[in-house]
């Protein structure tokens, strides 16, 4: 295998886009803990328990739609338009589905916020904001759908112009919201709920809008002829869909849910683990664009049979990964005490939150690699294997060993919120290892075939 400047070249292309959208996406999240840290401690600690609570959900329904790019991007390659159309519209159905499940899992929210051990006043806030985002989740999946078929195609532009009204809205909606403006009450965090649902539905139709006078995507006409839910159709983008999710849900309940965990230790470890997880989330955007990128272009190519081509592509594609995670990293560590005064005017939350990044430094390169090759395997609809080797890797190792360091003295002193991150360093670097070894396997599997 040889590294191909031409391949490195597309590569950036579809990711440049989809990175700057990704950014702007989670500023959204970072404009919430900023807005509602200027509030109080505890503003700040019931947003990231609510958030710890419910992103996991959001992020893995995501999960299951995202494998729509991989399926768009394979027919797109074989210029099989058709299929498109249908595979568009059952994922509508599907997003139907999975909104009103999310409705349901919702009613659950109060009983496990009750026992996490931590004030009243943090828990009635972070409810507060599960019963306005709520709301917002079918818009979510349905600007989800639509993103996914245009990225399918090669058009990544879009999605970024998108996210930054998505942006504005979320930066005016959350002034309005948690401050109480124009006569409204003042919410505090739990208005950062209400203000996120709205986004998303801002997105959804201005994604809709886009389709319909885009002249690519109105060739495609998606919403002309809609046919009836087709069981076998709806359960294909499921099956390839549900280990993403799961891959998903056992990365971000990694990070996420550590501050369940953690709430009985305080308002300062809550927050200054938060802080330290919104920076990172921030710069994962790089590794997990160049994955995005990475699962279209390998989806084209294994749509054209051209196996040559793509094995040149998948080599090329780790290579930017680990380039990506060496430049992370260095930007990381250098810029971390000026980025966590951003966020925080109390000393103790910035030097526990300063000391977490240093850890996130050392993750960077397992963890772009292991993302890279989750997006190979996305592009060549083989995503079996990423569930359960991110199941072992993330939570029977990583966090095992976290919640070990972290709330006991079996090894050492309990190191608090540190311990939860050594144990991130460990789980990501086995899941880099495995998911490498099943595209080397699934790659010898194609071209032995072919």
């Not at 070249?9 to 989670?26: E, G």
């Amino acid at each position: 295998m040889k590294f191909s400047l031409w391949e490195s070249k597309r590569l950036l292309q579809l990711a440049t886009p989809v990175f700057f959208a990704q950014i702007t996406l989670v500023l959204m999240s970072v404009v919430d803990t900023m807005m509602a840290g200027q509030v109080s401690a505890n503003d700040l600690a019931a947003l990231s328990i609510a958030t710890g609570f419910w992103n996991p959900l959001i992020f893995s329904l995501q999960g299951i739609l995202l494998a729509l790019t991989g399926i768009v991007a394979h027919c797109h390659g074989s210029k099989d338009l058709t299929s498109i159309k249908f595979h568009f519209q059952q994922s509508i159905y599907l997003a139907l589905i999975l909104a009103v499940a999310s409705l349901i899992f919702a009613q659950f929210t109060p009983s496990v916020f009750s026992k996490l051990g931590t004030s009243n006043d943090i828990t009635e806030l972070s409810q507060q904001y599960i019963d306005f985002v709520k709301w917002g989740v079918l818009g979510f999946l349905l600007f989800s759908i639509y993103r996914n078929v245009t990225e399918g195609v090669g058009l990544t532009k879009p999605a970024f112009y998108i996210s930054l009204i998505g942006l504005g809205v979320n930066v005016v909606a959350n002034y309005i919201f948690i401050y109480g403006k124009l006569g409204v009450p003042a919410y505090g965090s739990a208005g950062c709920g209400l203000a996120t649902a709205l986004v998303f539905w801002a997105m959804a139709i201005a994604q809709w809008l886009y389709c319909k006078r885009s002249k690519t995507m109105h060739a495609l006409q998606l919403l002309s002829s809609f046919s009836k839910p087709n069981l076998s159709g709806i359960a294909y983008i499921a099956k390839l869909g549900l280990p993403i999710c799961l891959a998903t849900l056992f990365e971000v309940t990694l990070f996420a849910c550590i501050p369940l965990f953690i709430a009985d230790l305080g308002a300062i470890a809550v927050s200054g683990h938060q802080i330290a997880a919104s920076i990172t989330a921030v710069l994962f955007m790089m590794p997990l664009s160049l994955s995005m990128a990475i699962a279209i272009r390998i989806g084209n190519l294994s749509g054209q049979k051209a196996y040559g081509q793509l094995k040149t592509a998948i080599f090329t594609s780790f290579c930017l990964a680990t380039f990506t995670a060496i430049f992370v990293a260095l930007l990381t560590f250098l810029v971390r005490n000026s980025i966590v005064w951003l966020y925080t005017s109390n000393e103790q939350v910035a030097l526990l939150a300063s000391s977490i990044i240093v850890l996130a430094c050392i993750y960077q390169l397992p963890d772009a690699l292991q993302v890279a090759a989750n997006g190979v395997l996305r592009g060549l609809k083989y995503t079996k294997p990423i569930s359960y080797i991110t199941f072992v890797s993330y939570w029977l190792i990583g966090f095992t060993l976290g919640y070990v360091l972290a709330k006991t003295n079996l090894l050492m002193p309990a190191m608090g919120p540190t311990g939860f991150w050594i144990g991130i360093i460990v789980g990501l670097t086995v899941a880099a290892i495995f998911l490498l070894l099943s595209v080397r396997s699934r790659l010898a599997f194609i071209l032995s075939n072919n």
